[in-house]
């Protein structure tokens, strides 16, 4: 029974020892940086390195446009603003003898034989 015992102990640790050499050579296999996974995962690890200096560079200058939009916008607003005073102010001028202000436009149109040739 003791002899049955040890051969069958022997053979566990065979059986141990080929599923350990068939791991090691999987795990050779999966870390070569040449054409197995490593590889894969080498390119794939310097992409999102490069992804993320994109991200900041374009949160960068979204920030930066965010802030030239604040800007203009206010300086909008003031215009818009002045605006509204000047049109009020148009509309409380006294008119003259009681009567509206017609205002006429001009065009004046050239005539090619108008023109002097320079020399």
């Known amino acids: 029974m003791q002899y ?3 051969i069958l102990m022997g053979l566990g640790a065979l059986g141990a020892m080929i599923y350990c050499l ?3 050579r999987r795990l050779k296999r999966f870390n070569q940086l040449e054409n197995g996974m490593g590889g ?3 390119v794939l690890s310097a992409q999102v ?3 993320t200096k994109a991200l900041n560079r374009a949160q960068a200058t979204a920030a ?3 802030d030239q939009l604040k800007a203009l916008t206010e300086r909008a607003e003031q215009s818009a603003q002045r605006l509204e005073l000047m049109i009020a102010a148009l509309h409380e001028a006294p008119e ?3 009567e509206a202000r017609r ?3 001009l065009r004046r149109r050239h005539r090619h034989g108008d023109l002097e040739a320079a020399e």
């Open 40 to 42: 894969a995962i080498a």
């Open 49 to 51: 390195d490069d992804m």
């Open 64 to 66: 930066t446009s965010a």
């Open 96 to 98: 003259s003898e009681g």
């Open 103 to 105: 205002y006429r436009v």
């Open 4 to 6: 049955i015992a040890d």
């Open 22 to 24: 068939v791991l090691g």
